[in-house]
Structures are given as C-alpha cells and as structure tokens.
Nanobody, 118 residues
Framework: VHLVESGGGTVQPGGSLRLSCAASGFNFGAYTMSWVRRPPGKGLEAIAHINNGGESTQYSDSVKGRFTISRDNAKNTLYLQMNNLKPEDTAVYYC????????????WGQGTQVTVSS
C-alpha cells in the first residue's frame, strides 16, 4: 500500500495550494479518504473527508469554506484545494484511508509540508 502526497510548499497568506495524494496497492475507490494535518508542536487534526464515491464531503470548522476535498477514482488520486490560506494552516498534511467502520485510519501517506508565511 502506498499513499504519496505532493503539492506542498511555502505560500503567502491569502494564497492557494493544491495537494494531491496518489494511491496504489489497495482498492482506492472502496474507501472513505481524509486529509489530516499536524501543525508544529500540536496534535493531529482531521480536516476533510470524502466518501468512497465522492458524493459526500465533510470539513472541520477551521477549513470550511476555504478548502475543498475531491477525488478521481479512475486515477486513484485524492485532492485538497486550499484557498485563502492562513498562517495557522501551516502543518504537515497527510492523506489517510478509513479502513474500518469506526473511522480508523489504516493507511497513511508520508505527509507534505505546507507553510503559510509572509
């Protein structure tokens, strides 16, 4: 199983980034997928979820209205469009697959750093 994030970097406040997560080694289209972030010195925060078919999404209050999660099951790829970025969005961003009915994350990527700074 591999989940490989890309698209991170440094951006000024108010800017945008698009993260991608390429999946392989498992039936990507069968799983709810999430983006989870870890700000420096803090714990993990799940910020966006999308069901296996892509019809249903959920967001944390901290990113609602600014971030959009999407997926392309034909390409085995998960996306996170991040707009109007704020310094508090600085974190390592991970994609993760929910592999059981309890919402536990069984598959994780290695993470990509997003830094929002002027």
């Amino acid at each position: 199983v591999h989940l490989v994030e890309s698209g991170g970097g440094t951006v000024q406040p108010g800017g945008s980034l698009r993260l991608s997560c390429a999946a392989s080694g498992f039936n990507f289209g069968a799983y709810t997928m999430s983006w989870v972030r870890r700000p420096p010195g803090k714990g993990l925060e799940a910020i966006a979820h999308i069901n296996n078919g892509g019809e249903s999404t959920q967001y944390s209050d901290s990113v609602k209205g600014r971030f959009t999660i999407s997926r392309d099951n034909a390409k085995n790829t998960l996306y996170l469009q991040m707009n109007n970025l704020k310094p508090e969005d600085t974190a390592v961003y991970y994609c993760a697959a929910q592999t059981n009915g309890r919402g536990d994350y069984g598959y994780w990527g290695q993470g990509t750093q997003v830094t929002v700074s002027s």
